[in-house]
């Protein structure tokens, strides 16, 4: 697997907030590679820098310094019309699933659908159907979120985020609103359906009962990446 081009490529990456006097060093000399078709699972202590990486990485912000490399492509110093185009190849899942309430389960699918892809309303919809089918929503395809349990919502989000198979696809805490059940249920869908179409995950997580699904874990503690290694968790 290492003999492939990585998915995310990160050297030596620095990050700050605040400006003058308040600037404060919030990432430190992170280096790390992710290879396409890995689940990786990034874990650390609440304020440990796991959401700012992961938006770094999400091209919802600039790199400040440093290198980080998307695709091959290197995104320090690229303007936002890039770094809209490099969103339009991740797929996002984020605790608060983001659907929009006025929107059916298949419209919301859908619509990320015609957002990103020149393909007829007919043939979006078969796809946002397909996908909705694959995360065990078929009966719940016309229902509005607000009518769905959480899980359920999550289900949408994954559909969401996988329906145009994004080489990459990053969560932030999916189970964290879930019951045991039900976050268990997200994650192997997420699990299968990323191994079926070769997508590479980054998933953030407090969630140490889903850490089996991970190909490899790392973690975050103060900003500085201390643990980059092969799950040794028996995988069931
Ligand atoms: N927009 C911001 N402006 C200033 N400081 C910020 C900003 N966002 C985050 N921080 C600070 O940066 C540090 C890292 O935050 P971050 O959200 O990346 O951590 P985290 O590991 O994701 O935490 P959690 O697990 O609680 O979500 C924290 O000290 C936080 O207070």
């Given at each position: 697997?290492?003999?492939?081009?990585?998915?995310?490529?990160i050297?030596?990456?620095?990050?700050?907030?605040g400006?003058?006097?308040?600037?404060?060093q919030?990432?430190?000399?992170?280096?790390l590679?992710?290879?396409?078709?890995?689940?990786?699972?990034?874990?650390?202590?609440?304020?440990?820098?796991?959401?700012?990486?992961?938006?770094?990485?999400?091209?919802?912000?600039?790199?400040?310094?440093?290198?980080?490399?998307?695709?091959?492509e290197?995104?320090?110093?690229?303007?936002q019309?890039?770094?809209?185009?490099?969103?339009?190849?991740?797929?996002?899942?984020?605790?608060?699933?983001?659907?929009l309430?006025?929107?059916?389960?298949?419209?919301?699918?859908?619509?990320?659908?015609e957002?990103?892809?020149?393909?007829?309303?007919?043939?979006?919809?078969?796809?946002?159907?397909?996908?909705?089918?694959?995360?065990?929503?078929?009966?719940?395809?016309?229902?509005?979120?607000?009518?769905?349990?959480?899980?359920?919502?999550?289900?949408?989000?994954?559909?969401?985020?996988?329906?145009?198979?994004?080489?990459?696809?990053?969560?932030d805490?999916?189970?964290?609103?879930?019951?045991?059940?039900?976050?268990?249920?997200?994650?192997?869908?997420?699990?299968?359906?990323?191994?079926?179409?070769?997508?590479t995950?980054?998933?953030?997580?407090?969630?140490?009962?889903?850490?089996?699904?991970?190909?490899?874990?790392?973690?975050?503690?103060?900003g500085?990446?201390?643990?980059?290694?092969?799950?040794?968790?028996?995988?069931?």
């Amino acid at each position: 697997m290492n003999k492939q081009e990585p998915v995310i490529a990160i050297k030596n990456l620095n990050h700050y907030y605040g400006k003058g006097a308040l600037r404060k060093q919030i990432l430190f000399d992170i280096n790390l590679e992710i290879y396409p078709g890995e689940i990786v699972i990034m874990t650390g202590p609440s304020g440990s820098g796991k959401t700012t990486l992961l938006s770094l990485i999400g091209g919802l912000r600039s790199v400040q310094e440093g290198s980080l490399k998307f695709l091959g492509e290197e995104v320090f110093g690229v303007n936002q019309n890039k770094l809209v185009q490099m969103r339009r190849n991740i797929g996002y899942i984020f605790q608060a699933h983001n659907l929009l309430g006025f929107l059916t389960a298949k419209q919301n699918v859908q619509m990320a659908v015609e957002l990103s892809d020149r393909i007829s309303q007919a043939e979006a919809m078969a796809k946002s159907e397909m996908m909705l089918r694959a995360v065990g929503l078929e009966e719940r395809i016309n229902y509005y979120p607000d009518n769905l349990s959480g899980g359920q919502k999550q289900r949408i989000a994954i559909a969401r985020a996988l329906v145009n198979r994004p080489p990459l696809v990053l969560a932030d805490e999916p189970t964290a609103a879930l019951d045991k059940q039900s976050g268990r249920d997200v994650v192997e869908i997420m699990q299968s359906l990323a191994k079926n179409q070769g997508t590479t995950i980054l998933l953030v997580t407090h969630d140490n009962r889903i850490l089996d699904i991970a190909d490899r874990i790392i973690q975050m503690e103060d900003g500085l990446l201390t643990r980059n290694s092969s799950n040794t968790v028996i995988q069931s």
